[in-house]
Every structure is written in C-alpha cells, then in structure tokens.
Nanobody, 125 residues
Framework: QVQLTESGGGLVQAGESLRLSCAAS????????LGWFRQAPGKEREFVGA????????DYADSVKGRFTVSKDNAKNTVYLQMNALKPEDTAVYYC??????????????????WGQGTQVTVSS
C-alpha cells in the first residue's frame, strides 16, 4: 500500500503562485512514477504533470507548460507542483497519484494505482 498526502492548496488571485506538495509513504520503493491531475466542477479529471521517480523525466499538459513545474525530493519521498501565473481556469481540486511500471501512458488516470485525497486550488480573477 502507498499513502499519498497532498498539501498547499488555497485561494489566490490571478497571476499569483502556489506550491503543492505530495508526500508518499508506505511501499514507496515500488513507486515508478507520480502524477498530478486536477478536476474542476462538472469536468473530467485531467492530467497536469508527471515525473518518473528514478529517471526524473517529466511530462506536462499543454495548458500548464511554462507555468507549472514538477519536482521531487527523493529523501523526503515528496513531489511538488509549483504553479506560477495562475489563471481562474486553473481552479480545481488537485490530486497526486502513484503508479507502478505500466504500459499505459502516464497521462492516463487509469495507469495510476494510488490517489491522494485532493487539495482545492481556487484562483480568483
């Protein structure tokens, strides 16, 4: 079992920044990658960014490229999502998720086995 705990959400104004954290515990040596997803009211959960734990390779959704940065701290088993230049359309519940090795794309929700509880990010205009 892997437990994921997100933190760092909140209410900000457009143009401001937030940093989300996702701390992993449990069977962490088995984790292959961690991803960030978000879900706005009435919409499907969508991919934001992902990182492969060993290689550090990173993917981003086009909608956040150049504004969001995924990083990791191996010693703390923690992944971060630095969000800059936030827009009202970034408002959503943000989730982190952990995956084992899979043939499925890391941009796909189905490739992740464990999910955090989510943290609300609200960006006012």
């Amino acid at each position: 079992q892997v437990q994921l705990t997100e933190s760092g959400g909140g209410l900000v104004q457009a143009g401001e920044s937030l940093r989300l954290s996702c701390a992993a515990s449990g069977l962490t040596p088995r984790i292959y990658g961690l991803g960030w997803f978000r879900q706005a009211p009435g919409k499907e959960r969508e991919f934001v960014g992902a990182i492969t734990w060993s290689s550090g390779s990173i993917d981003y959704a086009d909608s956040v490229k150049g504004r969001f940065t995924v990083s990791k701290d191996n010693a703390k088993n923690t992944v971060y999502l630095q969000m800059n230049a936030l827009k009202p359309e970034d408002t959503a519940v943000y989730y982190c998720a952990a995956r084992y090795p899979s043939t499925l794309s890391r941009t796909y929700t189905g490739s992740y086995r464990y999910w955090g509880q989510g943290t609300q990010v609200t960006v006012s205009s």
